[in-house]
């Protein structure tokens, strides 16, 4: 596989995906510890993601391709949305409410899944475009986080 930005915030994207099941089927087992670790894996996996993209790629990506402005806006308002919502989460853990920790996982998926979808259809190809020079570099500064 080519080592492009595409190419690995898409695996990143996957690697977030696998906590999000595995939360999931722990609390959908009631198997509460498991969905504390899980549930902590998938905040910090996500929030990984997030500052990878807020804190490089994004004002790189920018910096080469004024275009991905609104992109980047709509991405980032996405971002503040799924934190509110792993905070909601967090706290259903905590009080162990299956009820709304499977509410608040399905709304998650869905979000995150548009989102996704989004990020690899229009952002991360104008980054593979625009930063394409660079980015060798970019992928390592961002496994870096």
């Not at 492009?4 to 990143?12: L, N």
């Not at 910096?63 to 989460?89: F, I, K, N, S």
């Not at 998650?108 to 394409?132: C, S």
Request: hydrophobic share 40%.
């Amino acid at each position: 596989m080519s080592n492009t930005i595409s190419s690995y915030m898409s695996a990143d994207h996957r690697h977030c995906d696998q906590y999000l099941a595995s939360f999931e089927q722990a609390v959908d087992r009631s198997e509460w510890e498991l969905a504390g670790t899980s549930g902590q894996g998938l905040r910090g996996a996500l929030l990984t993601h997030f500052a990878r993209e807020e804190e490089k790629l994004f004002p790189d990506l920018l910096a080469v391709d004024p275009r991905a402005g609104g992109p980047v806006q709509v991405m980032t308002m996405e971002h503040r949305q799924m934190r509110a919502l792993l905070d909601e989460l967090q706290e259903s853990v905590g009080g162990r409410d299956a009820t709304a920790c499977l509410g608040l996982t399905e709304t998650l998926h869905f979000l995150i899944q548009q989102h996704n979808a989004k990020e690899e259809g229009i952002l991360y190809p104008l980054a593979d475009q625009g930063l394409a020079t660079q980015a060798e570099e970019l992928v390592a500064q961002l496994q870096a986080f």
